[in-house]
Each structure stands twice: as C-alpha cells, then as structure tokens.
Nanobody
Framework: QMQLVESGGGLVQPGGSLRLSCATS????????MGWFRQAPGKQRELVAL???????QYLESVLGRFTISRDNAGNTVHLQMNSLKPEDTAVYFCNAVWGDFQHHYEPDYWGQGTQVTVSS
C-alpha cells in the first residue's frame, strides 16, 4: 500500500533553515527516483529537488546551493535540508516518486498531505 507522510515544516525567518522528512511505504518509492515538490498559493506544483537510487541529485536553479536532498539506504525516507530560506520558498512541500526526468515528468495520482513551509519575518 502506498503512503507518503511529510513532516518538518514550519514558520522560519528569512535566512533560517528547516529539514523536511518524508516517510514512504510502498515499493515504488524504493525503486524510483524521489523528489520534493512545492506548491505556492495560486501557482502550479513544481519539482524542487530529485534524488536517484544511486544518489545522484538535481535541483531547481533557484534552490541550488541552498537545498540538499537525500534518501536513506533502505529508500524509505527522503529528506530535504533547506538553508538560507527566502520568502519565495514559502509553499506546501510534498515528496513523491518522479516519473520521467527533472524537466519532463507527470503528476502521480496519489499525494500525501504535504507540509507547510512559511518564510517570513
């Protein structure tokens, strides 16, 4: 049974840090690349970071150098370390498998509840 549970969001001042975690259940999350997505109010969901089973990573240009994605060896947990946060990072963050590549992927049908990240002074 597929399950995604995101946690770790909150309110943080600009320049602050947060570490998001995603607990997964289901084989598709162990064998596929995993990503962190975000959706800001009034905007489409976008892929922010991706990690393959081999540990290769890709990032949205606007977060490069500030965010780090990782996954545990068993593939059951995915993290997103976010540093130097900016107000424009404010969004609901979701994790999910990435079907396709960073630029071209399709939206899975099932999503977890996400975790709210708010960057504000």
């Amino acid at each position: 049974q597929m399950q995604l549970v995101e946690s770790g969001g909150g309110l943080v001042q600009p320049g602050g840090s947060l570490r998001l975690s995603c607990a997964t259940s289901g084989s598709i999350y162990r064998i596929n690349p995993m990503g962190w997505f975000r959706q800001a109010p009034g905007k489409q969901r976008e892929l922010v970071a991706l990690v393959t089973n081999g540990g290769n990573t890709q990032y949205l240009e606007s977060v490069l150098g500030r965010f780090t994605i990782s996954r545990d060896n068993a593939g059951n947990t995915v993290h997103l370390q976010m540093n130097s946060l900016k107000p424009e990072d404010t969004a609901v963050y979701f994790c999910n498998a990435v079907w396709g590549d960073f630029q071209h992927h399709y939206e899975p049908d099932y999503w977890g509840q996400g975790t709210q990240v708010t960057v504000s002074s």
